[in-house]
């Protein structure tokens, strides 16, 4: 069983209930872009007419609901192998490196970790992602292209760690310059007595002209409000769908590697994690996560990452 690079993408398989919530949605925005007109025929009626919303919008509401718990139910444990943990890296003070073959070793002995109370126990699943790079600044890039997208705080240190050591290896050799004193800056005004008075009574004079001039009907307020609602959705809408367009024509990555390995228990696992081919020690800066748990919590995490 060999070592897959890394091909990230947009989880449609885990994440297809979410087409089931189109239809509320489509009615949801027919009702928004309707509902400033039905406001403005409000005036000078003394009831309103709710929309169908409400009703149409349970199902989905409730098959939703559902689908979130049953993915997001059953979460795996989590074990983050780093460099830059105590008793972890070999080295000495910030220059600190753990290869590929001895993370690997680190995460299998983790399994069988007796001390750990956390350790995960019974017939499971494992996926275990490794994070390769030959020096800080390649392991910092490999590290922020999933964080980007399933940031893990142990992972997100070591980004930013490995990031700031390989500047500093970079400028360690420049001097710094400064031009001769003094410099141009702006004149402090805010510390004129004279200023401070004046905005203080001009302050209070707008505050009332302000509150004048933020009197408005109830119907515009609704109207309004009904905008806003309209604006964010058709926001998030947007976000989610450059996110899949950008997962869509995602490359392998050779720098990141992905393996599925079970069912078993934590002693059938570990020694399925240390068969096969593995990276060498050419990658003198990895970095490691662990998953274990059952095949329905390791889905959406699994189909992102490829496998």
Known sequence: MNWSPVTMRWP???????????????????????????????????????????????GAIA????ALA????????????????????????????????NLLQQLASKLI???????????????????????FDQ?????????????IPDLVR???????????????????TAGPLPRWQALPLERCTVVKAAKQSMAGQLAVLESYAADSSPLGDLAALAQRKATQQQGRDQQL???????????????????????????????????????GHEWVQSAGVLLVGSLEGLSFVREMVGL
């Open 139 to 151: 392991l910092a890039g490999t590290l922020s292209r999933f964080n980007a997208l399933l940031p």
């Open 241 to 279: 769908n450059e996110l899949k367009a950008l997962l869509a024509g995602g490359a392998a990555d050779t720098s990141m590697r992905a393996r599925l390995i079970g069912p078993g228990d934590v002693n059938e696992l570990r020694r399925s994690l240390l068969e096969g081919d593995t990276p």
């Open 12 to 58: 449609e398989q885990a994440t297809q209930w979410m087409d089931g919530l189109k239809d509320a949605q489509a009615l949801a925005g027919g009702e928004l872009a309707s509902t400033a007109q039905r406001l403005v025929g409000l005036e000078g009626l003394a009831s309103t007419n709710p929309g169908p919303v409400g009703d149409a919008a349970k």
């Open 63 to 66: 098959a939703g609901r559902a």
């Open 158 to 176: 070591t980004e930013r760690r490995a990031r700031h050591l390989s500047v500093l290896e970079a400028e360690k050799w420049e001097i710094p």
């Open 70 to 101: 049953e993915q997001l139910g059953q979460v795996p444990a989590c074990l983050v192998v780093t460099p830059f943990q105590s008793g972890i890296g070999q080295g000495r003070g910030h220059q600190r490196a753990l290869s590929a073959p």
């Open 113 to 135: 970790d007796g001390t750990d109370t956390g350790r995960p126990t019974g017939p499971q699943y494992a996926l275990s992602l490794l994070f390769l790079g030959t020096n």
